[in-house]
Nanobody, 127 residues
C-alpha cells in the first residue's frame, strides 16, 4: 500500500505558474506509475498527466500539453506537476494517483485504473 499527500496548491493569477508536489510513502515508489487528475465543481475527475515507473515516460492530456510538466524524484519519493500559463478554467482540486497496473495508452486516463489517491489540493486561478 502507498499513501499519497499533495501540497503546493493555492491562489494564482491567470498567466502565472504553480508547482504541485505529491509525497509517496509505503511500498517501493519505483513500482508505481503516477498521475495527476483534477476535479472542478460539478464536473467529472479529469486526467492531466502520467509518468511511468522508474524509466519515467510521460503522457499528457491535450488540454494541458505544453503547459504542464510531470516529473518524479525517486530519491525523494515525490512526483511533481509544474503548471505554467495557468487559466481560470484550470481552477479545480488537483489529485495525485498511483497504480501498479500495466495499462495501454488509451487507458491512462481511467480513474478506476489507479489504486491509490491523495486527498487533493485546491488550485484557484483568478482572472
Amino acid at each position: 500500500q502507498v499513501q499519497l499527500v499533495e501540497s503546493g496548491g493555492g491562489l494564482v493569477q491567470a498567466g502565472g505558474s504553480l508547482t504541485l508536489s505529491c509525497a509517496a510513502s509505503g511500498r517501493t515508489f519505483s513500482t508505481y506509475a503516477m498521475a495527476w487528475f483534477r476535479q472542478a465543481p460539478g464536473k467529472e475527475r479529469e486526467f492531466l498527466a502520467r509518468i511511468n515507473r522508474s524509466v519515467g515516460g510521460t503522457y499528457y492530456a491535450d488540454t494541458v500539453k505544453g503547459r504542464f510538466t510531470i516529473s518524479r524524484d525517486g530519491a525523494k519519493n515525490t512526483v511533481s506537476l509544474q503548471m505554467n500559463s495557468l487559466k481560470p478554467e484550470d481552477t479545480a482540486v488537483y489529485y495525485c494517483a498511483a497504480t501498479t497496473m500495466v495499462l495501454s495508452i488509451n487507458s491512462y486516463g481511467r480513474v478506476n485504473a489507479y489504486d491509490y489517491w491523495g486527498q487533493g489540493t485546491q488550485v484557484t486561478v483568478s482572472s
